[in-house]
């Protein structure tokens, strides 16, 4: 059973990654891409921790952390581009 | 899936390709990126394609190709270097050539940058 | 309020107890040599970075930020809920808002606390804190500050205010006392 | 120490470029050139004793990490590796000499930089690991990128970027290159590779082709090879003299893996692709040297000229490595230090006499007479008859000795109508060049000043080049018996069984 | 048991990602579609942290908790990406839709 | 050793008369002439048994290998030359001593000519033909050298590069020749080469060897149509000219043509391009000395007409005709030396060399009047004169060849109408300067000059007197055994002699004399066609094919350097094409036998976001921001491949990387413009995707050929040794630090370098900061949000604690140094965003280019330690130790390589940053920390 959820969950998570990349591609707005590209991040953090799961392993958790701690980092670092231009002023 | 990653590497390929014949320098360096994926996914996929077999010690009982792992992490770092080298020096050729086209001068001198004001 | 620890080495308790968490977190274990690194980091990286905090009230009241923990908790449960039900249902007669409430706490990491509480339970987000870090003194009681939010349904704007107010800021106020 | 020598011409520059980072030398100048010309010369000094190790024992094989090949990263030293780590590394000393007259403070960490160059190349001339020389060509290049822009002005950063991107496109080759032939034949280590080739059969054949023939694209490029050359001459024309004349290595190092990697890997034992790319290197080799002739006598000033000059030793070199016999190796080696020493000598002229010119600097037109036109005058007659490869000097005994190992080839009819017609050329351009610059003056009043004068420091370097030119005559005996010995033991496939065997 | 709770978890993260992601495509203006990633990510990604949590530490050997700190750190920053997007959402002038109330409440850039 | 000191003594006269300077003129002289005159004396010691016929020799090695020899040879045609270059060269030197004014420099005059008369020396005495060349090329130096003496005239130095271009162009072909011949021959040894000419003659390579030493020779004795240098060589002081082409310099292409006479010599090909080159030559110089108005330009073309006559002999089949020739040599040099000392002397007592000019000299200078018209005489070849004889043998030997078969007549012929021509411009000589009425407008008023001025040619006419007169008597000896050399040990029956009775060759003579008379009388209507003739300059031709050339070159250097570097991507790119596309078409199939795993829906997906976010990377790269978010979808889906293709380690460090990454291109984005203007044309656009797909397509079929191939590698052993070996459960990581350290060690110095390097780019670099965005909005006034700075300070701890994690535990799981590093570096990177630089560099106050140093010290030293344990560089050692109560831990080498590894990227990721951000921070030069 628990393969079956884990393919259905898998192809949910995989349903909002192509929803996160359209709103990529369609934009309008740059902060409306920037917030898919964010959630995009969160999303395979999810895709990589099913990975796992499914594969039954833990060596990709450290993957998982680094996005959620990255991800972070470059969204700040794109919005604050666009605030201030100069990123580390 | 073979046929898919060799795909996937031929697309960077030519995308990356592609932004380096451009003529404006961070083109260029998209390029540079995505050409540097294409080669880092090429050379990882010398030692073959494997799925779940990391080469950990006692997480599995067969184990992907380490080597060219090692190849490409080697890479990647060498390809960060060199990318933070050309940014750097773009934004050089930009301070001093005034444009940022690769040749240092725009064929057709209109192409104006945003206004400047010195700091 | 209190800006300082007694301990030199202790700059901040809870930092310290939450990285020995973290550590043990990150290991998945509890053994004797775990525990003993644990302690270590725990206090060598908090007087490491400690040129990088910006002085802030500390907690005073443990029990009480723990509660608040857990209604947090509760409450985010429930709002996202909420929340889903609003985007899954028609959006056209959703009544989204930007609402300004004024703030009484005075220093950046409780405003920041009670910022990300309103942005993760009812569907409210924040979306600036008025006045901007320019002229933002921590503990400066002369200016009156504002948290902007943005409301996905607004009903009532006045009735938001007091539930962030009353639920989220007063105890705030109470457990760094300030 | 001594089980060690091998290691050192790599570990000690190293060293260097770190503690030339640390104070006291970090901060203070003249404690840095101290340091740096010393280290430089404890280098060489290295080298030299590892060459007479090699001399007197032989192959010199080091497993770093004590993990033997083909699963480590060893170290071969044979005649012709250490022979050109000691060229590096003199010139090494030889320009940390020549900047400490001023050059050095142009710019932020010139003497680490130098040092880290030295690292790469000497690194890139000793590893037997394909993998491993794709990580020293990238120290070099990094490297080379900085001191490139030492001092640099506008067209230097132009000049600069090209370069920079080229080699970054090149890289990428180098990696799809490695990949490849990791992908077919299971190693790295690069007689592990020359064995595993000749066993290879079906398809893989052709995949195998692949990866040499685009090695040969990244050696190319590296070495200044029609029609990848296209970089060098602004490239090096634009470059700090003294950094152009560290530069004169770089293109050898391309020229270098070509020998090794087409007459140890493809060479005599490949079976089906034995010697895959020799007809490509012969012909792009001739081509080379017919354009670098064009591009001397179209040069308009003397950097440029001696770029072009590299361009021609290349052209040279390269149809040397195509012709495959320990003959013409032999003829390459020597060559090779010639033209190394003397294109060096000239790039350092060509900046002292810019210095002595003021506002014409090293254009080949008329222009103030030099402050010390007997001094440069006699290097620059030396220098021009070395290269022109007139008697006496070390240029003729290269050019009788090509000429010699290319008679009875297939297109010999070819390569000598050509080859001394670009000598005629290179004669022509020296020669009018040296005479405009010295001897046609429009202005008589010299604006040259008295700190224009050459200081002590650039002569000694200058003169170690120059000097290199009748030494290399005089000593031609010992010098061919060595080179002879080295393209043995170049063409010699025992050695491999050597190498994999840890040097035993 | 445990592959219920799991599979119960599994799913409840599953659409909660899911009704982020749509929020983020449905929404009228850029405002609205914050709201979902920025708070039904979260709880579905906790849910599903959580889920993997107690898969670890039923199927292999001793408990597995580190997933909570993932949980940890994107409820530390998730609302912070949103304030610092909704920031320049602002900056850059974003019309939200006529009905929304309060705009004036929006200072100028200051 | 007598052989070796001939030329040694010369050179060593070249060093000390440098070294004169200090010393009176005199003093000079007599230093500079000791040492030739002890040569020359040695060489008359040795004579007598060069007479008796006998070949001296000596050789020592130089490089055996290449078959170099230093090997000299004293042989009767050697002899001849070494008395010419000798005899005269002192003659000269004593001559010079009077010509240069104080204003020139003796000693670097004579420095020259010794190293001339040394190359000369070398050349006839060498028995080595590479040493030959070597002499020969020395030659073509020298002679610049000497030929633009006085350098501040242009006409002097182009002169001398004319001369050089021509003689060393001809010395090139000479090169190859004497290869060949060598070749041929199995040695470049001369005593083997003149032995064997059979096997020299009948070998295919004759007639291409012939050619190429011809080439030599000819271009050395300006034999037509490579006679015009000789001419502009005359820029040279008269001495010099003196010696150079009379017995020297344009000698030694005869010399050449004599020397390898026996081996080359006696086939048609031989006769026909040296007797017609040589009778051309003969007849053009004859005809163009008379027209000439300069003394010097005059003798320059009776030279060349003479050198052709010489030419001309040795391309006669007979025996005889070689003797004549070598007979000629040494007359010419005799009269030809003698005449340009005299036209000296004029020119510096009267300041002219313009016949125009001079008239009447009778008056002012008898005695040297007298000599010069001496002679003067002897070239025109009047009785009683050296010059008479040879030309009396010359034109016997023109009646005895058969060349031309049935037009053989036609070459006596054209001889005395050459004679003819000898006659007329020595008659002008000698009338046209020293009679011919009144001198017009000299500069000086003439005089005699000094008494020892004159003694050289004193020396020099007498011989040419004795000669004419005794010949037997003086040259028997000399004559005998040089053609005893040059006809290879046979000499036929030859008598000099005065009188041969009425004979043809005295009629021609006569005539010769008689119509060179007429010819001088009638002048002026010869004159006048000439001039009635388009005059063309060998010179200005020279020059402007020089220059047609020069541009010819730039233009195509222009065209193909054009500073373009896309036209150079596009070569390379082309050129991977090439390579990687040939040998693919050879394949019998592109897959392989591995059997293939099946497509899952997560890889499709997976590989689809990748092709979105590249596609669009394209598509919107104009927008650069947009491409920017969308390259870092690509970054993002290559780091989850890596997760799903079993590469944690690969997958972690992508991550980190691609964040830096990112706000390296931020930043970049910030100083760059933000659009990309629309440059190429569409037509452009179509070739790049065309290029860039067909490459793609290429590597594409390049990857599935390799991943579709089982592959037996030498990883196993990684595997096997991980734990063993390198102590680490993570091969990866063990490979990274221990198996391959090596390059990790290099790798860690690139990043360091990199760093290096980007500071030293931007260090206080003036940059122009954008006051608005893109679309021309103002940046935002707040400049740290609160928020976000407070939050980001209690994220600062936690990543510590993450790094360290990830470091510790990268021996045995995914993790490591550089990951650990990359993610300290991103946390301090979140601070400079959140409080700026200043506020960093507040708190942060270490030295970043220490911290790399040490970094790689740290790593550099791991691997040195191990040379105390008697190991190799880098060897690791761990080992595990039970502590009480805390565990067994494990200790290695390798972690504290990895804390190296560490170390640096931390160091210089935070320098590339801080350097950029500094850039933009208060205008306050408060300088970031290298
Ligand atoms: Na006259
Ligand atoms: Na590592």
Known sequence: MLDTVILIVFTMIGVSLLLNVWRLLIGPSLPDRILALDTMYINSIALIILYGMSMGTTLYFEAALLIAMLGFVSTVAVCKYLLRGDIIE | MELLYASCVGLLVTCGVFLILRSRTFTVVLGLTMLSYAVNLFLFSSGRLSLNKAAVLGYSSEYADPLPQALVLTAIVIGFAMTAFVVILAIRGQTDLGSDHVDGHTPNKKSTQNKKVKV | ?178 | MIQNLTFLPILLPMLAGVFLLMPPFGTNKKSRRFASVLLSAVTFLASLALLLKVQADGIQVYAIGDWSAPFGIVLVADPLSTLLVCLTALLGFVCALYASAGDDEKGSFFYPLLHFLILGVNGAFLTGDAFNLFVFFEVLLIASYSLLMHGGDKRNTRAALHYVILNLVGSAVFLIALAILYGVLGTLNMADMAQKVALLQGDDIYLAKIGGLLLLVVFALKGALLPLHLWLPNTYATAMPVVAALFAIMTKVGVYSMMRVYTLIFGEEAGELTHMAQSWLWWLALATIAMGAVGVLASKDLRKLVANLVIVSVGTLVALVAVQTIEASSAAIYYLVHSTLVTAALFLLADLIGRQRGETSDRITAGPPVSQPRLLGVCFLIAGIAVIGMPPLSGFIGKVWLLKATLNLEYTMVFWPLYLLASLAILLGVSKAGSTVFWNHKTKVSETLEQKRVHPSQLVALIILISGAPLMAIFAGPLSEYAIGAATQLHDFNNIKVILSGGQ | MTEWIISILLLIGGSFVLVGSIGLVKMPDFFMRLHGPTKATTLGMASLLTAAMVFFSTTQAGVSVKEILISLFLILTAPISGYIMIKSAIHHKLESIERTKGKDNIEGDF | MTLLWIPLLSLLGSLISSMTGKLTRNQSTGLTMLLPVTALLMTINLAPAVFSGDVIRETISWIPLLGIDIAFRLDGLALLFVFMILGIGILVIFYARYYLSSNDSMPKLYAYLLLFMTAMLGIVMSNNVIQLWFFWELTSISSFLLISYWWQKPEARKGAIMALTVTGGGGLALLAGLLLLGDIVGSYNLDIILASREIIQAHAWYEVTLILVLLGAFTKSAQFPFHFWLPHAMAAPTPVSAYLHSATMVKAGIFLLARFYPALAGTDMWFILVSLTGLTTLLFGAYVALFKHDLKGLLAYSTISHLGLITLLFGLDTKLAAVAAIFHIINHATFKASLFMATGIIDHETGTRDMRKLNGMWRFMPYTATLAMVAAAAMAGVPLLNGFLSKEMFFAETLHQQLLGSMSWLIPVFATIAGALAVAYSARFIHDVFFNGDPIGLPKQPSEPPRYMRVPIEILVALCLLVGIFPSFIIDDILTAASFAVLGGYVPEFEVALWHGFNLPLLMSAIAVGGGLLLYTQRRYLFQFQASLPSLSAKKGFDDSIYAMTKWCQRKINDIENGSLQRYLMLIFLVVLLFAGGPLFEMSQVGGQKQLTPIDVHNAMGAALLMVGAISTVIWYRKRVVSLLMISVVGLMVSVAFTRFSAPDLALTQLTVEVVTIVLLMLALFFLPQHTPRESSSMRVVRDVGISVTLGVVVASICYALITRPLESISDFFIANAKTGGGGTNVVNVILVDFRGFDTLGEICVLGIAALGIYKLLINLPLFIPAKDSEGRPWAKERYPILLASISQSLLPLALMVSFYIFLRGHNLPGGGFIAGLVTAIAFILQYIAHGSNWISERLTINYRKIIASGIAIALFTGVGSWFFGKTFMTTWYDYFDIPFIGEIELASALVFDLGVYITVVGATLMILASLGQLTTNASKKEVKN
Not at chain 3, 111 to 119: E, K, N, Q, R, Y
Not at chain 3, 126 to 150: C, K, M, T, W
Request: hydrophobic fraction near 50%; glycine fraction near 4%.
């Open chain 3, 1 to 178: 309020m209190r800006l300082e620890t007694r301990f030199k080495w202790l700059p901040a308790p809870l930092l310290s107890l939450l990285l020995f968490i973290v550590w043990l977190l990150l290991n998945n274990s509890i053994s004797v040599g775990h525990l003993v690194l644990a302690t270590i980091l725990a206090t060598v990286i908090p007087l490491v970075t400690s040129p990088f905090r910006i002085k802030q009230p500390l907690v005073i009241k443990p029990g009480l930020a723990f509660r608040h923990l857990m209604l947090v908790l509760y409450d985010i449960v429930t709002a996202n809920v909420q929340v889903a039900i609003l985007i899954l249902g028609p959006t056209k007669n959703l009544t989204p808002g930007f609402v300004k409430v004024p703030l009484d706490l005075k220093y950046s990491m409780p405003i920041t606390i009670l910022a990300s509480t309103v942005s993760l339970t009812p569907g409210t987000v924040s979306a600036e804190v008025y006045p901007g870090s320019e002229s933002f003194i921590e503990g400066d009681n002369s200016e009156q500050r504002f948290l902007l939010i943005h409301v996905l349904d607004l009903k009532d704007e006045q009735a938001l205010i007091n539930t962030i107010k009353q639920r989220y800021e007063a105890p705030l106020k109470e457990i760094f006392a300030c």
